[in-house]
């Protein structure tokens, strides 16, 4: 069994990494051999994450996952067969037994930060919970969630603050704002450079941005780096304009240490 605690002790950074959204076993195992292979090569700690899924869709149309338990299934081979941890949101109470059944940490999605009986009932579990803060949220105010959890189990992710319309930007005080509170923190550097329905009725990005910012990110001090990835984000089901393509991993990887020794 894997020891998450060990990989969320603040000694080394970690990254969490996968596609958004679980489309098929086929890109789970490629994404999750790829990061397995950088794990061990770069003698990084890696947790596998892909939503089974994505409650928080602007679109009727938009694809929001193959369900919970088609979902689930393919994560638990995943951590099977590769060996990593594994990291999934949950958008509703009920959805929590089952997850934590299969996962080793329970994300609460930024929209729903503020849901308490979210957090409390997914830290009751026993397992890490990684909690988004809320684009509509100060940094200080997740002090003041976190709390709700108890377990102390938590991780908090900053993820961009809403800018205007169609529009995020990062405050990286943030980071340091959070780390004051005593938890784990990680920086999601693809939704950080999300433009929310920026293609009208689907969101698009600025991946061009990513390696940058988790630069940045990794300079100021985080413990983990959030990435979404797929092997070709262009025809991906969900967040195709944000996600880092898997080809560039490495390059962000081998970028983000040197940052990290230097320090």
């Not at 060990?6 to 970690?14: R, V």
């Not at 596609?19 to 999750?32: D, M, Y």
């Not at 988004?132 to 940094?139: D, E, H, I, Y």
């Not at 999300?194 to 990794?218: C, D, K, M, N, Y």
Request: one cysteine or more; aromatic letters at 8%.
């Amino acid at each position: 069994m894997i020891n998450v605690d060990k990989i969320i002790d603040g000694k080394a950074l970690f990254l969490i990494a996968g596609p958004c959204v679980i489309e098929s076993e086929e890109i789970c195992f490629k994404v999750a051999d790829r990061l397995k292979e950088l794990s061990e090569k770069y003698d990084l700690p890696v947790i596998f994450k892909s939503s089974y899924a994505k409650a928080n869709r602007l679109s009727a149309d938009s694809f929001a996952g193959r369900g919970i338990e088609y979902g689930l299934t393919i994560l638990q081979k995943v951590g099977h067969k590769f060996n990593l941890p594994l990291l999934t949101d949950v958008h509703e109470t009920i959805e929590i037994p089952p997850a934590a059944q299969v996962v080793d940490i329970l994300q609460i999605p930024a929209f729903l930060c503020r849901q308490t009986e979210l957090v409390r009932q997914a830290a009751a579990t026993g397992k890490w919970i990684n909690i988004k803060k809320g684009q509509f949220l100060a940094p200080e105010d997740m002090e003041k969630i976190a709390a709700k959890a108890k377990s102390g189990k938590v991780m908090l992710t900053e993820r961009g603050s809403s800018f205007g319309y169609h529009n995020l930007v990062v405050d990286f005080r943030s980071l340091l704002i959070m780390k004051k509170f005593g938890y784990p923190i990680v920086f999601d550097a693809t939704h950080s450079l999300q433009l929310p329905s920026g293609g009208g009725h689907v969101s698009t990005g600025q991946p061009e941005f990513v390696i940058p910012f988790a630069r940045a990110a990794v300079a100021v001090g985080i413990d983990g780096l959030f990435v979404e990835t797929h092997p070709e984000p262009a025809k991906a089901l969900s967040d195709s304009g944000a996600m880092l393509p898997l080809s560039n991993l490495e390059t962000l990887i081998q970028e983000i240490l040197k940052i990290r020794e230097s320090k």
